[in-house]
Structure formats: structure tokens, C-alpha cells
């Protein structure tokens, strides 16, 4: 062969790898999610994972690592995991990244959303676009906004009506700091408990109440055999976040891309209605806490306003750590979706 030859059989060579290595998949691409495979949360994540796998024509696997297998110490590091590799996508909830990504702190300030209604409004608005902007900038890809819910408030102690009746009740919350400031400032005695070893804790009674979403969490793990009250006090909301990470979002092709980016959007539609479905318009869910034994309480417009008297300081505080110019737009988004 001449030289001439030679050369182009090698630059004919390095275009078939350089093309070829563009479509090398890897075998599977890892999905964290904090809790187990039943209720909107964790369907949610077998739902996306599959309608990826048809769409792509089985060349794109992800697969869910449920009960936060891909953790190894606190479920508040799962950002981390998609940074370091551990983890390529997640269906992670804003508290458990709110220590890595301050901003997300904002969906837990105490009783700042009452409805659906303002939460949409602040998500599809320009804060989403901004929230969206600052995880972009610590290399995760938001591909849709899901939910986890209104996180309301269980004990195996005493129907609770007003703050002082929370007055020492040990609480397990996540191991974010927000929470320990609103349980401490409402009197209560906060412990921060990974959600894989809260249960454990609830059983035993080394904790008195927990709070956490009603379809998505205390359904599907029938929180009611450890207990029998609940307060609907909507404290905080909690969205949840298909993500990718950035570094995986850029290895696959434009086409690949608007796959993922189209099955989050459709699973996360799905997700949400299943996490509202009968707490919204009807209160079939309310039912079924009260058909297994649980005392529901739901708070009235001037029963919550003690509570948010209470948490005003704690609210404050948390203003300056998120950013006052933010949570002034989430206050005006509110605002406006109120009059709407
Ligand atoms: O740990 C919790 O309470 C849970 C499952 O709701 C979150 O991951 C935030």
C-alpha cells in the first residue's frame, strides 16, 4: 500500500471509532431515588425508566436504585452522586439538595405555599427558569419538575390543634437545617434521621412524629401502624426533580436527549396528578388515613396563621440564606397566582 493509501485507510479507521464511540450506551445508567418502588414517587421512576427504554429502542437503560441504595451515609448528599459519577440521573426531592443547592431551601419555608394553585405558578414561571439555571451551574440538567407534596405532620403521642401542642414531641426530620430551625422554633425537639432509618425509629418509639407527603409517603408505607395522628397543616411543599447529570446529559445525541427530556416531561404529569390525586378536589386520601385508624385534623385559615406566627422568625432567617431578591419573586408569583 502507498503512503498515500495507508493514511486514508487510517483517517477512514478514526472516523468509524470517533462515529462509533458517539453511539456506545453504557450498560446502565443509574436512577437514585430515595424511597422504595410503591406510591407516585417510586413508579414514577420504573414509568420514565421505561417509556426511555421503548423510545430509544432498548439501546438507553436506566435503571432505579431504590430505598437510596446508591447513598452511603446521608440522603442529603444525593447531588453529590451525580457529580462523582455514583449516580447518573435522580428523582431527588428539593430538601434532600437544598444543602447543596441553597435556593431549593425555599419550598421549606414555613407555610409559604397553601395551594396547588401557587406552586404551579412558581415552577412554570421564571423562578422555575432560575432554579433550573443555578442546578444547571452544579452540573445537573432539571428535566421536569414532579412532586413529592405538602408535607403534613404524623405523631403516635396527641392530636395536635395548635403550636403548643407540640411542645416537646421528638420529630424525625431530614438532615437539613431549615427544619431543625421550624420544629425548634414551634417547641418541638428535632432529630434529623435518614428516611432509610426513620422507620426503624417510628417503630421503636425513639421518635414521637415525622412529617412527610400523604400519597406519596404515608400511604404507600402505612404510617398509620405506627401512627394514629395527623395534622394537614401544609408547612412545606415539596417538589421533586427529574435530573440528569450534566456530564451524561452531554454524552448522548440531540435526538437521545429530546427522548429523556420528552419521558420526564410525560412521567412527571403522570406523577404529580397521582401525588394530588384525592387531596386536591376530592379527599379520598383523607379517607383512607381515617379508614386505617388515623385521627385527621385539618387545620382552619386562623389555626394555621398561629402556626405561621410561630415559624415568622425562622422564615426570616432563611430569607437571607436563600437570597431576599428570590423569595421576594416566589412572594409576588404567589401573589399573583392568588388574585388569578
Ligand atoms: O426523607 C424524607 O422525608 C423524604 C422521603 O420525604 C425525602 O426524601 C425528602
Do not use: C
Amino acid at each position: 500500500m502507498s503512503h498515500k493509501k495507508i493514511i486514508l485507510f487510517l483517517l477512514v479507521l478514526i472516523f468509524f471509532a470517533a462515529s462509533y464511540s458517539h453511539a456506545v450506551y453504557k450498560p446502565e445508567y443509574k436512577l437514585s431515588v430515595v424511597v422504595g418502588p410503591t406510591g407516585p414517587w417510586g413508579e414514577a421512576a420504573a414509568k420514565f425508566a421505561s417509556i426511555v427504554k421503548e423510545k430509544s429502542g432498548g439501546k438507553i437503560n436506566i435503571k432505579p436504585y431504590y430505598n437510596g441504595q446508591l447513598f452511603s451515609g446521608k440522603q442529603t448528599n444525593e447531588v453529590l452522586l451525580l457529580k462523582l459519577g455514583v449516580a447518573d440521573l435522580a428523582l431527588g426531592s428539593t430538601i434532600n439538595w437544598s444543602t447543596t443547592i441553597k435556593e431549593l431551601n425555599l419550598f421549606s419555608l414555613p407555610f409559604m405555599f397553601s395551594n396547588y394553585r401557587e406552586l404551579d405558578a412558581v415552577l412554570d414561571g421564571k423562578v422555575g427558569k432560575q432554579l433550573a439555571s443555578i442546578m444547571e451551574q452544579k452540573g445537573v440538567i432539571a428535566l421536569a419538575w414532579g412532586e413529592n407534596g405538602f408535607r403534613e405532620l404524623t405523631n403516635s403521642r396527641k392530636k395536635i390543634v395548635s403550636p403548643s401542642d407540640l411542645d416537646g414531641l421528638k420529630i424525625r426530620v431530614v438532615g437539613s437545617p431549615i427544619f431543625i430551625d421550624i420544629f425548634k422554633s414551634l417547641g418541638a425537639n428535632p432529630a434529623s434521621i435518614n428516611w432509610s432509618e426513620a422507620l426503624t425509629a417510628l417503630q421503636q418509639g425513639t421518635v414521637d412524629g415525622q412529617e412527610n407527603p400523604i400519597n406519596s409517603v404515608i400511604i404507600p408505607y402505612k404510617l398509620w401502624q405506627m401512627q394514629n395522628n395527623i395534622l394537614i397543616w401544609h408547612y412545606a411543599i415539596d417538589p421533586i426533580i427529574f435530573g440528569i447529570s450534566k456530564a451524561i446529559w452531554n454524552s448522548f445525541s440531540k435526538k437521545d436527549q429530546e427522548i429523556i427530556l420528552n419521558a420526564a416531561k410525560e412521567t412527571a404529569v403522570w406523577q404529580k396528578a397521582q401525588a394530588r390525586k384525592g387531596l386536591d378536589k376530592s379527599t379520598e386520601s383523607l379517607d383512607i388515613l381515617r379508614k386505617n385508624g388515623m385521627d385527621v385534623v385539618v387545620l382552619s385559615g386562623k389555626e394555621r396563621q398561629a402556626f405561621k406566627e410561630k415559624t415568622k422568625s425562622v422564615y426570616e432567617k432563611w430569607r437571607k440564606e436563600i437570597g431576599a431578591s428570590l423569595v421576594d419573586e416566589v412572594e409576588k408569583e404567589i401573589k399573583g397566582a392568588t388574585k388569578k
